[in-house]
């Protein structure tokens, strides 16, 4: 009876170094990669630097010159070359974050099946949100959250768009 195992972290993915230390410790290992879209999660880098007072209310490009990884951290197909480089892409589940909202038990049954699990379990947990960045923000930045998502492309997704094509 094989026991399957796992961990979880959101740094894996940005630490140029964990490809190349997790295959060698783990060659034959199943990684699970869940992207959020880019733009959504470098607005919520943002605010949460401005949650934790690391920044005031700076403009998103004087922010991003102090932390880049507010940007960097959502360049992706940067971060997946290096996994290609030391995993087959067999190993490498890709998934999109916009997924597991749509129909939460397709997702998990993605995962079941790349992992070879029994893909009849339901967790009784699958439903149920936990830390959503909305549940930490101030009655204020829960207004601003729930603007922006409802314009769609405000100026500052127009200003985080343009800064995730600098780069590439």
Not at 73 to 88: C, I, P, R, V, W
Not at 144 to 149: A, P, Q
């Amino acid at each position: 009876n094989k026991k399957t195992i796992g961990e979880f972290s959101v740094t894996y993915l940005c630490d140029e170094n964990a490809p190349k230390r997790i295959k060698e410790s783990y060659p034959d290992a199943k990684l699970i990669v869940s992207l959020r879209n880019p733009i959504e999660r470098s607005f919520s880098h943002y605010q949460h630097f401005i949650s934790k007072k690391a920044i005031s209310d700076e403009a998103l490009e004087e922010a991003v010159e102090k932390f880049p990884e507010i940007i960097s951290n959502s360049l992706y197909g940067q971060a997946l070359t290096e996994y290609l480089k030391h995993f087959d892409k067999n190993q490498i589940l890709i998934l999109h974050q916009e997924d597991i909202k749509e129909d939460p038990n397709k997702f998990i049954k993605k995962i079941y099946n790349f992992l070879d699990i029994d893909s009849g379990f339901e967790p009784s947990c699958i439903n149920k949100k936990y830390h959503t960045t909305r549940s930490r923000l101030s009655p204020v930045h829960k207004k601003v959250n729930v603007l922006y998502i409802k314009l769609g492309k405000t100026a500052l997704g127009l200003s985080i768009i343009k800064l995730l094509k600098k780069p590439g």
